[in-house]
């Protein structure tokens, strides 16, 4: 099956920094999503972006189909943006299940 | 609106138990799908529900895990036999024309 690989594993910042996470996968996909999951364990949508450039205030996210691979951008970081970072693709078709990076632990320090 | 909600939050069961989780989708998606989240094997699928299609049941772990989708919106997932290893966190989402998934709550499932 498709691989999906992230990185860095573990990430501290100081508040204020900026920070990018990297999500590769090993086959081409139809869809690429971004989530962050709160410490009280809820996945929150970030990013639908099977393909180019897509902001959302201080974040925005990349995926190069071509090159097999996303960057997640998170800029000025803030206590709040701690938690797990997973990046998820689905192959489309019939396999429309989300397969899922091992994640990026991202922790805040103000 | 409301989005995808899931009960109970927290089970805890015995060893042997059977246990029954809910899953009440957004309201108009189409398909559902259910997940689990545990400490050594990550986020992985479990089930998939698209309309009224036959289920795709390509990640169940074994034959004590089923669910059933009633009328094409609420979706209930069975562990029969509970064993200590189906621990986890079980995740439903949904989503409208196999685009964007989004995720409940999910439930706590610990077997003693």
């Known amino acids: 099956g498709i691989q999906v690989e992230q990185s860095p594993p573990d990430l501290i910042l100081q508040e204020g920094a900026n920070s990018t996470l990297r999500c590769n996968f090993s086959?081409?996909?139809?869809?690429l999503q971004w989530f962050h999951q709160n410490p009280w364990g809820q996945l929150i949508n970030l990013f639908y972006?099977?393909?180019g450039t897509k902001q959302n205030g201080r974040l925005s996210a990349t995926t190069v189909a071509t090159e097999r691979y996303s960057l997640l951008y998170i800029s000025s970081s803030q206590t709040t943006d701690s938690g797990v970072y997973f990046c998820a693709v689905d192959l489309g078709g019939s396999a429309r299940q989300l397969t899922f990076g091992s994640g990026t632990q991202l922790t805040v320090l103000p | 609106g409301a989005g995808v909600s899931q009960s109970p939050s927290n089970k805890v069961t015995e060893k042997g138990k059977d246990v029954e989780l809910r899953c009440d989708p957004i309201?108009?998606?189409?398909?559902l799908y259910w997940y689990r989240q545990s400490l050594g094997q990550g986020l992985e699928f479990l089930i998939y529900?698209?309309?009224?299609?036959?289920?795709?049941k390509s990640g169940l772990p074994s034959d004590r895990f089923s669910a059933e989708r009633t009328g094409g919106s609420v979706s209930t997932l069975t562990i029969q036999r509970t064993q200590q290893e189906d621990s986890a966190v079980y995740l439903c989402?949904?989503?409208?024309?196999?685009?964007?998934?989004?995720f409940g709550p999910g439930t706590r499932l610990l077997v003693l």
């Open positions: 086959d081409s996909v139809n869809n």
């Open positions: 989402a949904s989503s409208f024309s196999q685009e964007t998934q989004y």
């Open positions: 972006i099977p393909s």
């Open positions: 309201s108009g998606h189409t398909a």
């Open positions: 529900f698209q309309g009224n299609s036959a289920p795709d």
